[in-house]
Nanobody, 124 residues
Framework: QVQLVESGGGSVQAGDSLILSCVAS????????MGWFRQAPGKEREFVAA????????SYAESVKGRFTISRDNAKMTVYLQMNNLKPADTAVYYC?????????????????WGQGTQVTVSS
């Protein structure tokens, strides 16, 4: 069984920064691609970023490129999302998830374990 617990969300002003953390427990963490998704009210869950098991490669949604950085510490079984220059459009519940595929994918259906989410609210 795998458990993912996110933290670090909050209410900030546009232009501020936040760091989200996702701590994993259970089965081997280091061998899996990890991703971050977000879901705003009334919208579908969307891909934000993902990182390979080694941390050597990452992928980002166009809307966050240059502002967000995903990283991981396999020894701590933790994946991070550094969010800079936040915008009101970034307001959403952010989820971390584990992928069961060997390549980075952006579709939620290939992520089999999900955290409970952490709320990020950005005001103008």
């Amino acid at each position: 069984q795998v458990q993912l617990v996110e933290s670090g969300g909050g209410s900030v002003q546009a232009g501020d920064s936040l760091i989200l953390s996702c701590v994993a427990s259970g089965r081997i963490f280091s061998r899996y691609i990890m991703g971050w998704f977000r879901q705003a009210p009334g919208k579908e869950r969307e891909f934000v970023a993902a990182i390979t098991w080694s941390g050597g490669s990452s992928s980002y949604a166009e809307s966050v490129k240059g502002r967000f950085t995903i990283s991981r510490d396999n020894a701590k079984m933790t994946v991070y999302l550094q969010m800079n220059n936040l915008k009101p459009a970034d307001t959403a519940v952010y989820y971390c998830a584990r992928s069961y595929t060997a390549a980075v994918m952006t579709t939620p259906s290939v992520y089999d374990y999900w955290g409970q989410g952490t709320q990020v609210t950005v005001s103008s």
